[in-house]
């Protein structure tokens, strides 16, 4: 299903572009406010028609979240601030209040530059690609990138939306469970960084904070999910339990154990389905995971007695099946961790608790829990593109996938995609030998850059 705007989460792009600025933001929230109205009928209840709008830390935020409750406004809906909250909080806020709608104005892991704004349905998970594909149909653009869209105000606020996930996140384990825990927390200088070490602290932890001074242009900037290593630092300089990363909506989960390893979504994922279907709690023994995932990590649940399910990258694709298949456990080697029976989106604190709580039922430290998983040699690279043209025509590249495929014969895997919210290609190439891998996927960056001259 082609779309010209939405991605794999939401519209994202570089603030005060040609998509993210407040002109189409503006034009945005009118044409959701629209299929809103559609889908809710003649006869809608004010709760109907309520949006409930988060954001995360960047300065360009208050401006998009005004547009769009203009937009959203223009069209009889009524929109209101949550502020500054983690997306699964805004998840929490829809499925408790009724809501319509939910928005998050972030861009996820993204630099502060970029922001995007993604949508969530009544029941607290991301709309489908039919739904964003019926509201790309709404989209009117009534002005220019540049223009001022007019009419902007205030968002009507409402508070308490933090504190209530703050209070339902710490209900998963014990009080006063962590005493004597020592937690690297980074929150990636984003909406996380008042959430995350509450519920920790509140838990008995010492919490030693990282990332936790936004001031609008720092979000993800070397801290953060896609960069662990100032966390890592940290659990070893002071001799932490555990470190934790968020990203920049808290989202996400990247974990450090006490010797310095970092455990990537794949590691949290089998942990938690491994220690579920050893105690017969993982519904229909399943685990959904999406074509990045290590191959391991389907070795491994195999081996516990249940099987891994695999969509197209993207945690929405994720949760879809999920829901399709009756499953409580999903998510991406990225970090997004959906554990259905708290949470409906990707939820990086929800997903740190969860193995917590496998260290405190098992007494086992957190490097020898990774040990469940064994990954097979892996590398991967993104490469920034010009237009993106349709794989199938890129004659380099699918030469050398073909080859390259033919070689592993069957003892490997090649996986190309482009990112669904940048400007890149992404290559992956996965088997036994990791000298292998590594020969494979230079061949592979040679033959995009065959297919793309001026990259």
Same mark, same amino acid.
């Given at each position: 299903?082609?779309?010209?705007?939405?991605?794999?989460?939401?519209?994202?792009?570089?603030?005060?572009?040609?998509?993210?600025?407040?002109?189409?933001?503006?034009?945005?929230?009118?044409?959701?406010?629209?299929?809103?109205?559609?889908?809710?009928?003649?006869? @809608?209840?004010?709760?109907?028609?309520?949006?409930?709008?988060?954001?995360?830390?960047?300065?360009?935020?208050?401006?998009?979240?005004?547009?769009?409750?203009?937009?959203?406004?223009?069209?009889?809906?009524?929109?209101?601030?949550?502020?500054?909250?983690?997306?699964?909080?805004?998840?929490?806020?829809?499925?408790?209040?009724?809501?319509?709608?939910?928005?998050?104005?972030?861009?996820?892991?993204?630099?502060?530059?970029?922001?995007?704004?993604?949508?969530?349905?009544?029941?607290?998970?991301?709309?489908?690609?039919?739904?964003?594909?019926?509201?790309?149909?709404?989209?009117?653009?009534?002005?220019?990138?540049?223009?001022?869209?007019?009419?902007?105000?205030?968002?009507?606020?409402?508070?308490?939306?933090?504190?209530?996930?703050?209070?339902?996140?710490?209900?998963?384990?014990?009080?006063?469970?962590?005493?004597?825990?020592?937690?690297?927390?980074?929150?990636?200088?984003?909406? !996380?960084?008042?959430?995350?070490?509450?519920?920790?602290?509140?838990?008995?932890?010492?919490?030693?904070?990282?990332?936790?001074?936004?001031?609008?242009?720092?979000?993800?900037?070397?801290?953060?999910?896609?960069?662990?290593?100032?966390?890592? !630092?940290?659990?070893?300089?002071?001799?932490?339990?555990?470190?934790?990363?968020?990203?920049?909506?808290?989202?996400?989960?990247?974990?450090?154990?006490?010797?310095?390893?970092?455990?990537?979504?794949?590691?949290?994922?089998?942990?938690?389905?491994?220690?579920?279907?050893?105690?017969?709690?993982?519904?229909?023994?399943?685990?959904?995971?999406?074509?990045? @995932?290590?191959?391991?990590?389907?070795?491994?649940?195999?081996?516990?007695?249940?099987?891994?399910?695999?969509?197209?990258?993207?945690?929405?694709?994720?949760?879809?099946?999920?829901?399709?298949?009756? !499953?409580?456990?999903?998510?991406?080697?990225?970090?997004?961790?959906?554990?259905?029976?708290?949470?409906?989106?990707?939820?990086?604190?929800?997903?740190?608790?969860?193995?917590?709580?496998?260290?405190?039922?098992?007494?086992?430290?957190?490097?020898?829990?990774?040990?469940?998983?064994?990954?097979?040699?892996?590398?991967?690279?993104?490469?920034?593109?010009?237009?993106?043209?349709?794989?199938?025509?890129? !004659?380099?590249?699918?030469?050398?996938?073909?080859?390259?495929? @033919?070689?592993?014969?069957?003892?490997?895997?090649?996986?190309?995609?482009?990112?669904?919210?940048?400007?890149?290609?992404?290559?992956?190439?996965?088997?036994?030998?990791?000298?292998?891998?590594?020969?494979?996927?230079?061949?592979?960056?040679?033959?995009?850059?065959?297919?793309?001259?001026?990259?």
């Amino acid at each position: 299903m082609s779309r010209r705007y939405f991605g794999t989460d939401g519209v994202r792009g570089e603030y005060g572009g040609p998509v993210i600025n407040a002109a189409f933001a503006r034009s945005l929230g009118a044409a959701a406010g629209r299929w809103v109205k559609c889908a809710a009928g003649a006869h @809608s209840s004010a709760d109907a028609l309520r949006v409930l709008i988060g954001r995360d830390t960047r300065e360009s935020g208050p401006v998009l979240e005004a547009a769009l409750a203009a937009g959203l406004a223009s069209e009889g809906l009524a929109p209101f601030s949550l502020g500054i909250v983690p997306t699964p909080a805004v998840s929490l806020a829809v499925r408790a209040s009724g809501a319509a709608l939910g928005v998050v104005i972030t861009a996820s892991h993204n630099p502060a530059t970029d922001n995007g704004i993604k949508f969530l349905g009544p029941s607290g998970c991301k709309l489908s690609d039919a739904e964003e594909s019926a509201i790309e149909k709404e989209i009117l653009l009534e002005a220019g990138p540049g223009e001022d869209p007019g009419h902007s105000a205030p968002v009507r606020a409402i508070a308490g939306a933090a504190a209530e996930y703050t209070r339902a996140v710490s209900l998963l384990l014990p009080r006063e469970c962590l005493k004597g825990w020592r937690i690297v927390l980074d929150t990636a200088n984003g909406a !996380a960084c008042s959430t995350s070490p509450a519920v920790l602290r509140g838990l008995g932890a010492e919490v030693i904070g990282l990332g936790a001074e936004p001031d609008g242009r720092n979000i993800n900037d070397g801290v953060g999910s896609e960069h662990p290593g100032r966390m890592r !630092a940290r659990v070893l300089e002071t001799g932490a339990r555990l470190g934790i990363a968020n990203d920049g909506d808290g989202d996400r989960c990247v974990l450090c154990d006490e010797h310095g390893e970092i455990l990537d979504g794949d590691d949290i994922l089998t942990i938690l389905a491994v220690r579920a279907l050893r105690r017969g709690t993982l519904t229909n023994n399943v685990l959904v995971v999406t074509m990045q @995932s290590n191959s391991g990590v389907d070795l491994a649940v195999k081996a516990a007695g249940g099987r891994v399910l695999r969509t197209p990258v993207g945690d929405r694709y994720v949760g879809e099946r999920m829901l399709a298949e009756g !499953a409580v456990l999903g998510g991406e080697s990225s970090g997004h961790v959906i554990c259905a029976e708290v949470a409906r989106t990707g939820d990086g604190l929800v997903a740190a608790l969860k193995v917590i709580e496998v260290m405190l039922a098992t007494g086992q430290p957190l490097s020898a829990l990774r040990g469940v998983l064994r990954k097979l040699p892996q590398s991967s690279v993104a490469i920034t593109i010009g237009k993106k043209r349709p794989l199938e025509d890129l !004659a380099a590249v699918q030469a050398a996938i073909r080859a390259i495929e @033919s070689e592993f014969g069957g003892r490997g895997r090649v996986f190309v995609r482009y990112s669904g919210t940048e400007p890149k290609i992404r290559l992956l190439v996965e088997a036994e030998d990791p000298v292998r891998v590594r020969s494979c996927l230079a061949r592979l960056e040679a033959a995009v850059r065959a297919d793309f001259p001026a990259v």
